[in-house]
Structure formats: structure tokens, C-alpha cells
């Protein structure tokens, strides 16, 4: 079976430009998660959905940050402007969400995202 | 609140020794708990979870956690060490019904030939 699906995998661009991270979930699975990882501060969740509605987006950086799911098979994640600081590696995560049991997340291989 | 702590941001062992990672949590609830290895360039991949059942977990390529209650620990073994074991650990607690993950900083396991 395909696992999360994300691209691209490496994304360099200047900064002030948009950058658009893609991702499609594992078929079925209900719940979407947008991860970023630096090596100053971990993992941080930014974003989760469930059944395509954002339920907590606390961890959005600031209003440059966008993340929208259209569809149960797609989402993304905008970044426009983008910054230096920007620069790290993003990951898509998704899981069943059976109702009664906390199912773990499935996780992309990341889009490593450079900023100059 | 849910947190996890990670005692060894780096641990080291001879190919062939016994593997321990260290994992102290802690919730107001009844947590699942579970542990992801991230090998370089790759996503996380999940090693096992404990959620209300058995205490001791089996998980792939012969890890093994087990839930203590009364000393709030998650600790992640295995008898005997491969090269290929070298990568990141991450530790998860996440509250019983919940989605939302809360992740430990990560243990780098070296495994030395």
C-alpha cells in the first residue's frame, strides 16, 4: 500500500517567494497532521485536520502560514513570503482516528525546504 | 498537561550489546504511549505503542517497551544491537482518545561496529 505522500521532496527558492508543499494521505485515514522539523526545536506540529476540517492550528508560526485540505486525498501547505528562518524539514502525517483508541500517525519521507 | 521526556539526547553501543533508550512522561490521564525511529532523509516510522493493554510491547526488529505506571517510565530495549539500529528515537505520549501527539527531543542511538 502507498504511504503519505508528500512533494516535493526538496524545495530551494529565494526568499519573498511562495513555496507550496503538497501532500496526500494514506487512503482512509481521516486525520492530517503538518509537521516541522529543525534542529533548534524538534519536531512542532503546525496544523491537524480531521475529516478535512482544521481542528487546532496553535502551531501555525504567523499569517504567512496557510495549510488547507480540499479533499479527504489532498492538502497543502503555503508559506508566502517565505524567510531564512523558514528553512527546515516539513513532514505530512496521517492516521485512521478510529473513535475509542489513539491510533498512531503515518508519516511522509518530508519535503526539505531551503530558504536563501 | 502531556509531556515526554527523553533522559539521552545521544547513546552509544557496540554492535551486539543490549539497546536502552529512556522516556519519562507525564499526563493527567491515562496516556497511549509510543516510540518512532527516524532514520536520515526518512519520515518517522513507527517501532511499537502501548495503549491500555499489555504493559510489556513487542515491536518491530526486535524492540520492546515497557509501561511502568508508578515510575511514569516508557523505556525502549533491545537485547542485542545492529548497525542498522543507528538512527533517531523519538518517544509520543499522546492523551487516551486524542489525537494530538506530544513528542520527546530525540535520543541519536550510534551503534559502533
Known amino acids: 500500500d502507498a504511504g503519505v505522500i508528500q512533494s516535493p521532496r526538496h524545495e530551494v527558492t529565494e526568499m519573498g517567494q511562495e513555496v507550496t508543499l503538497r501532500c496526500k494521505p494514506i487512503?482512509?485515514?481521516?486525520?492530517l497532521f503538518w509537521y516541522r522539523q529543525t534542529m533548534m526545536r524538534g519536531l512542532e506540529l503546525l496544523i491537524y485536520?480531521?475529516?478535512?476540517?482544521?481542528?487546532?492550528d496553535s502551531g501555525m508560526p504567523e499569517d504567512r502560514f496557510s495549510a488547507k485540505m480540499p479533499n479527504a486525498s489532498f492538502s497543502t501547505l503555503k508559506i508566502q513570503p517565505s524567510e531564512p528562518r523558514d528553512s527546515a524539514v516539513y513532514f505530512c502525517?496521517?492516521?485512521?482516528?478510529?473513535?475509542?483508541?489513539?491510533?498512531?500517525?503515518?508519516f511522509g519521507d518530508g519535503t526539505r525546504l531551503s530558504i536563501l | 498537561a502531556q509531556s515526554v521526556t527523553q533522559l539521552d539526547s545521544h547513546v552509544s553501543v557496540s554492535e551486539g550489546t543490549p539497546v536502552l533508550l529512556r522516556c519519562n512522561y507525564s499526563?493527567?490521564?491515562?496516556?497511549?504511549l509510543f516510540w518512532y525511529v527516524q532514520h536520515p532523509n526518512k519520515g518517522l516510522q513507527l517501532l511499537l505503542k502501548y495503549t491500555s493493554a499489555a504493559t510489556l510491547v513487542k515491536g518491530i526488529n526486535g524492540f520492546e517497551a515497557e509501561f511502568k505506571k508508578s515510575e511514569t517510565s516508557f523505556h525502549l530495549t533491545k537485547p542485542s544491537a545492529h548497525m542498522s539500529d543507528a538512527a533517531e528515537y523519538f518517544c509520543?505520549?499522546?492523551?487516551?482518545?486524542?489525537?494530538?501527539?506530544?513528542f520527546g527531543s530525540g535520543t541519536k542511538l550510534n551503534v559502533k561496529p
Open positions: 487512503s482512509g485515514h481521516n486525520s
Open positions: 509520543v505520549v499522546t492523551k487516551y482518545n486524542f489525537n494530538k501527539f506530544y
Open positions: 502525517a496521517s492516521s485512521p482516528d478510529r473513535e475509542g483508541s489513539n491510533q498512531p500517525q503515518h
Open positions: 499526563s493527567s490521564y491515562s496516556p497511549s
Open positions: 485536520f480531521n475529516n478535512n476540517v482544521p481542528i487546532d
